[in-house]
């Protein structure tokens, strides 16, 4: 069975770190692409960043560029989110979500086609 | 960075209507345009991708159309697993930006 099972998440204080895990299980991790999606307390889903199927190249959203981090190790079919200076803004669940390709009719297009249960952020004091 | 809006923010309707929602980019996108519907609790379920071709599953009473800056997910006869929230999300360039979604309620 293809899953993603997000950890890591919890209770920090304002300026205080976190690091998110996503475990990969039931398909070729390092094959794909891989992506965080955070959705603030009642609010719509927000893109945060993405990852290459190796690690070597990134995307973040302004809103997180400079604090956090994404990365992934292959070999234990794991990605992370590292969060750093997290903010009241910051709070919300956290998705890892997988990129898969998807052949149309006059493209290549991609989506997030299986997704984490995801994991909890508190920022408060 | 390209801006998706969603109309309306909320639905209220029947089992057995027909509804569309409607989501529009604030430039062109082409058909890169990718629909999730997400129940309270739960994580988001990939609908539809490249604006009008349904994933895996997806029962066909969901379609999607558009190109360019305007599109819609329409549901055909509406049943009573389809109450969720619906978001559409573009796939032409980085941030990948989400709508802020459509919440369709049972009237």
């Known amino acids: 069975e293809v899953q993603l099972v997000e950890s890591g998440g919890g209770l920090v204080q304002p300026g205080g770190s976190l690091r998110l895990s996503c475990a990969a299980s039931?398909?070729?991790?390092?094959?794909?692409?891989m992506h965080w999606v955070r959705q603030p307390p009642g609010k719509g889903l927000v893109w945060v960043s993405r990852?290459?199927?190796?690690?070597?190249?990134?995307s973040y959203a302004d809103a997180v560029k400079g604090r956090f981090t994404i990365s992934r190790d292959n070999a234990k079919n794991t990605l992370y989110l590292q969060m750093n200076s997290l903010r009241a803004e910051d709070t919300g669940v956290y998705y890892c979500a997988r990129a898969a390709g998807f052949i149309g009719r006059d493209y290549y297009y991609y989506a997030l086609d299986v997704w984490g249960q995801g994991t909890t952020v508190t920022v408060s004091s | 960075d390209i801006q998706m809006t969603q109309s309306p923010s909320s639905l209220s309707a029947s089992v057995g209507d027909r509804v569309t929602i409607t989501c529009r980019a604030s430039?062109?996108?082409?058909?890169?345009l990718n629909w999730y519907q997400q129940k309270p609790g739960k994580a988001p379920k990939f609908l539809i991708y490249g604006a009008s071709s349904l994933h895996s599953g997806v029962p066909s009473r969901f379609s999607g159309s558009g190109s360019g800056t305007d599109f819609t997910l329409t549901i055909s006869s509406l049943q009573p697993e389809d109450f969720a929230t619906y978001y559409c999300?573009?796939?032409?360039?980085?941030?990948?930006?989400f709508g802020q979604g459509t919440k369709l309620e049972i009237k």
């Open positions: 990852s290459n199927s190796d690690g070597s190249s990134t």
């Open positions: 039931g398909f070729i991790f390092s094959n794909y692409w």
């Open positions: 430039q062109s996108i082409s058909s890169y």
């Open positions: 999300q573009q796939s032409y360039s980085i941030p990948r930006s």
